[in-house]
């Protein structure tokens, strides 16, 4: 049975950290590209951030360059997302994505609110 479970959300004020982390199960993790998507109240789930199987390459949303960090795992079958110097617009709920050629896997989610 295939699972991604998101986890690390949570409140936190402007300028703070949050570390997500999404544990796999149920498939080969390290042949699958991983992302996180996110997605705002009224938008579009939008892409953040991916890494490819090995973790030898990464790439994000412009909005988030320089602030957030993908990596991965292989061993421990788990993707995080570092994100740093949080702002209010990135309040969403972010969801990891597992993608093999036509094959797509997504967890629940995980509410990510910056606020003071």
């Known amino acids: 049975q295939v699972q991604l479970v998101e986890s690390g959300g949570g409140l936190v004020q402007p300028g703070g950290s949050l570390r997500l982390s999404c544990a796999a199960s149920?498939?080969?993790?390290?042949?699958?590209?991983m992302r996180w998507y996110r997605q705002a109240p009224g938008e579009e789930r939008e892409l953040v951030a991916a890494?490819?199987?090995?973790?030898?390459?990464?790439n994000y949303e412009d909005s988030v360059k320089g602030r957030f960090t993908i990596s991965r795992d292989n061993a421990k079958n788990t993707v995080y997302l570092q994100m740093d110097s949080l702002k209010s617009e990135d309040t969403a709920v972010y969801y990891c994505?597992?993608?093999?050629?036509?094959?797509?896997?997504w967890g629940q989610g995980t509410q990510v609110t910056i606020s003071s």
């Open positions: 994505n597992a993608q093999l050629a036509t094959i797509d896997y």
């Open positions: 890494i490819t199987g090995a973790g030898e390459s990464t």
């Open positions: 149920g498939f080969t993790f390290s042949c699958y590209v």
